[in-house]
């Protein structure tokens, strides 16, 4: 029988556990006065206890491991978590529908993105725990495309209990809210989930709250909390309640009570009825979920773009690969025939290099490229590279407002090739956006300009072969994009997106942007894309809707703190952004995936002194 001991220094969470140190000799004396049994029946071992099959995982922290448990909540696997701690510092678990997550308080104080289909864990994706590792991260959700962090607090650094929405990519805080309990525990997701007669649960997150034992809704749509019920009473006695973790079948809730003398855990409908315990065989029982998918299955690598996607017969070059679930260790590319890989470098789950080199009587034209993971598993992406007869080179042009410069950078090597100054057609100094027709350059100045100039690149000076004056007179004029004979101009201050006619300098339309602060634009696979500076997100325009969504997170250098994002010109190359960053000594040009994963970056000519504003993409053949 175990009763509660505490040692100098143990974190015995609210008064509750104080309860226990004057109940705990009066233990035996209650059980046998009552004659409750507290060790009654948990049902026949032959019935699955969820409606639908699927599986509970488990943290167990005496263990320091990840227990997965089938539908009879009986263990089918173990993954041993010390290279989180050995502290026994876990705290939180979710699932996004392919990857567990988990969090770690203590010395760790991290979340972790895992790839479980092998058996130790891999970790994808790592960030400190909001916010700055202050507080105590305890639970973890996820809604679907966030993830949402519960801490609760710390009278060191003065930080409230708050729930944190987080982007899933790096651990960026993009809204948070006071929690107004003192102990919030456990959290899930659940999505609207309502019966026949209309009754259930709205979607939103729940939560558990150990200071009172309840179970609180809250809905972030309309942010508020709302007692749900209370959490269940353990047969020995209300002292021994502690809701540590929560989670939702799809049915009904699953709740963990983890009180040292009363490790269970409880399936309770919506309304806080408990319809079942079980009492399994863990003595520190941790947060857990509930999921249909067997992660031991894994994840399928993808591939979904390359970059360069092509090259000349007779060339060596580096080839980044990029997709989704690559695993590292033994990683096999392939480009066919007359094409020889030399190395592959693994830099991430989304990103290979492959150096290659092409036999001089390789095949011209398109062909499949295959990944291979070191368990077999692979991925093709058909018509992905070509080889070409002749030599296509990548390039960037970048505005400088700074130095009045328009540079031509290789994207080979980084290296500067060509260098303009662009007072000599925009004496006003305030070079904002540059695009590409398919032939000719266009470059936008505002300042005193105010004009868009098509220009002539082919001398040792910029000339102007045509231009006209914006047809706005407010705002800043920033990014411009050449999209189906239309230039579209980004205005901030104003906040506002202009469909031009350059054989007429006319606006046909116009839409508002996200923000107040547009600076870059680009389009990409039809779709319009633009950043923000005052929002540091890429969103992109839905056309249905008439609405921005975000996508992602504006690119910066790892460790770069938040005051240091300031993205400024965005291009696409046909299956990856471009995307500027202009702060000083974080004078960065970054090469970003679809959805938002850093490619590669370089620093940007003059770092520290530039000021990077308008980029574009060109694919030259030489």
């Known amino acids: 029988m175990k009763i509660f001991t505490v040692f100098p220094g143990e974190d015995i969470s609210g008064a509750k556990r104080l309860r226990g140190l004057f109940t705990a000799a009066l233990f035996s004396l209650i059980v046998i006065i009552s004659g409750c049994d507290v060790f009654e029946t948990d049902g026949g071992d032959n019935s699955p206890v969820t409606p639908t099959s699927g599986f509970f995982y488990l943290l167990d922290r005496d263990g320091n491991a990840l227990v997965m448990l089938d539908s009879k909540l009986t263990e089918v696997k173990r993954w041993n978590i010390n290279f989180a701690g050995t502290d026994s510092s876990l705290q939180g678990i979710t699932f996004d529908g392919k ?69 899933p990519a790096d651990g960026t805080i993009l809204s948070e809210y006071p929690v107004p309990y003192s102990e919030p525990r456990g959290i899930t997701f659940v999505p609207a989930s309502y019966n026949v007669y209309g009754s259930g649960l709205e979607a939103g997150l729940y939560l558990t709250e150990t200071g009172r034992d309840q179970i609180i809704f809250f809905r972030y749509d309309r942010p508020y909390f709302d007692t ?22 799809g049915t009904n809730f699953w709740i963990v009570n983890s009180s040292d003398v009363s490790d269970m855990i409880y399936k309770v409908n919506y309304l806080g009825r408990v319809l079942d315990r079980f009492d399994l065989p863990y003595t520190s029982l941790g947060p857990m979920v509930w999921s249909s998918v067997d992660v031991r299955a894994g994840i399928p690598p993808v591939i979904t773009t390359l970059s360069p996607a092509q090259a ?44 290659i080199s092409i036999d001089a009587a390789a095949a011209i034209g398109k062909r499949t490229v295959t990944l291979t993971n070191p368990d077999g598993r ?77 220009l002539d690149s082919q001398g040792l000076t910029l000339g102007i072969l045509s231009s006209f004056p914006a047809p706005v007179s407010g705002g800043t004029l920033r990014g411009i994009v050449w999209e189906n004979g239309f230039i579209y101009l980004a205005v901030s201050t104003i906040g506002k997106i202009y469909k031009i ?57 790892p460790g770069a703190a938040s005051s240091t994002y300031f993205a400024t010109g965005m291009t696409y190359d046909g299956s990856s952004f471009w995307i500027a960053n202009s702060s000083g000594d974080y004078d960065y040009v970054f090469q970003v995936s679809m959805s938002g994963n850093i490619i590669r970056y370089f620093r940007a000519p003059g770092i520290g002194a530039a000021q990077v504003t308008g980029i574009v993409y060109t694919l030259l053949s030489e």
């Open 228 to 249: 749900l019920f209370t959490s269940p009473t353990p047969p020995r006695g209300e002292f021994t309640r502690f809701p540590d973790g929560i989670t939702f079948d």
């Open 378 to 454: 692979q991925a093709t992406l058909v018509d992905g590279f070509e080889v070409t007869a002749q030599t296509t080179t990548p390039y960037l042009w970048l505005l400088d407002q700074q130095s009045d410069t328009l540079s031509q950078i290789r994207l080979t090597d980084t290296i500067v090739t060509k260098r303009y100054a662009t007072a000599d057609i925009a004496p006003g100094g305030s070079p904002q956006g540059i695009t590409y027709d398919g032939a000719n350059l266009w470059m936008c100045a505002s300042g005193t300009d105010r004009t868009i100039y098509k």
């Open 501 to 557: 006619n350059p054989a007429t300098g006319l606006a046909v339309d116009s839409l508002s942007t996200p923000g107040v602060e547009p600076r870059g634009v680009a389009f990409a696979n039809g779709n319009l894309y633009c950043n923000d500076t005052s929002l540091d997100s890429v969103y992109i325009y839905n056309n249905s809707t008439s609405s921005w969504m975000a996508m992602f997170k504006t690119p910066n250098i």
């Open 312 to 355: 000349k017969i007779g060339s060596v070059l580096d080839v980044s690969v990029i997709g989704g679930g690559f695993k590292p260790g033994a990683l096999n590319i392939s480009f066919g025939a007359g094409i020889t890989v030399n190395l592959v470098t693994y830099n991430s789950s989304s990103q290979a290099v492959a150096n």
């Open 99 to 167: 990857f567990i997550w988990i969090s770690c308080a203590g010395n760790t104080d991290k979340i972790f993105k895992l790839d479980a289909s092998d058996d130790t864990f891999y970790v994808v994706n790592s960030f400190d725990a909001p916010p700055g590792k202050r507080g105590t991260v305890r639970d973890i959700a996820w809604d679907g495309g966030n993830l949402w962090v519960l801490n609760s607090g710390s009278t060191t650094y003065s930080v409230p209990a708050t729930l944190y929405k987080v982007n």
